[in-house]
């Protein structure tokens, strides 16, 4: 395991090829530095020289993930005007999202609340929600407390574990989880 790595490119290429499976099958809290390190094919102080803090290595999945399969864009679906169009759009790039990702946020949404430094690094992956849930919510013309029930709605509706519990549990498509979602918020915005 005392092998030398050959440069900045290869150094990191060995992490996220040791760090991806960590993040889909056991996790965050189940991942050891003598696995990573061990996967990676260096010793512990290797990892140590690039992770000083485990705050920092989860920066850098975060930021690998990220390049390697983004989040929907927002400021896309400004476009578009239609409310409920806007709604089915933006739910069908989420839910996409979360399919491909699924094993991965699994495990980061299991384990960020016993972790006090989970927590930290996922502050900016909270407050992007937040957008995604304003941006969607500009569409409808809603105020007071509508408005707070458009917000719980769309929140719900954006929720990993709501799409979990459509497409996993209650085996509904995509589509048809996404048109569940949109009829709730019609509903909601009718009544």
């Known amino acids: 395991m005392n092998k030398s790595l050959a440069g900045p490119d ?7 090829t040791s760090l991806g499976p960590n993040t889909n099958e056991p996790g965050p809290a189940r991942t050891t530095v003598s696995a990573i390190a061990e996967k990676a094919g260096v010793q512990r102080h290797t990892y140590y020289a690039h ?10 999945c975060m930021g690998h993930r990220l390049a ?13 005007a239609d409310a409920e169009e806007r709604l089915r759009v933006a ?13 991965m946020l699994s495990n980061v949404l299991r384990d960020t ?34 408005h707070d ?8 509706a954006l929720d ?9 549990q209650q085996e509904l498509s995509q589509d048809r989880a996404v048109g569940l979602m949109v009829g709730m918020v ?6």
Not at 149 to 156: F, P, S, T, W
Not at 186 to 191: E, F, G, Q
């Open 10 to 16: 290869s150094t990191m290429k060995r992490w996220w």
């Open 51 to 60: 992770f000083p803090e485990l705050k920092d290595l989860y920066r850098a």
């Open 68 to 80: 390697s399969n983004p989040l929907p864009e927002p400021s896309s679906w400004a476009d578009v």
């Open 91 to 103: 739910l069908s790039e989420v839910y996409a999202y979360f399919s491909r990702e699924e094993a």
């Open 113 to 146: 609340p016993l972790d006090p430094v989970g927590q930290e690094v996922m502050v900016p992956f909270y407050r992007y929600w937040e957008t995604v849930r304003d941006t969607i919510a500009a569409a409808f013309e809603a105020s007071g407390e509508r």
């Open 149 to 156: 029930a458009l917000h719980a709605a769309l929140a719900l």
């Open 160 to 168: 990993f574990q709501t799409w979990r519990t459509l497409v996993r």
């Open 186 to 191: 019609r509903c909601l915005i009718r009544s």
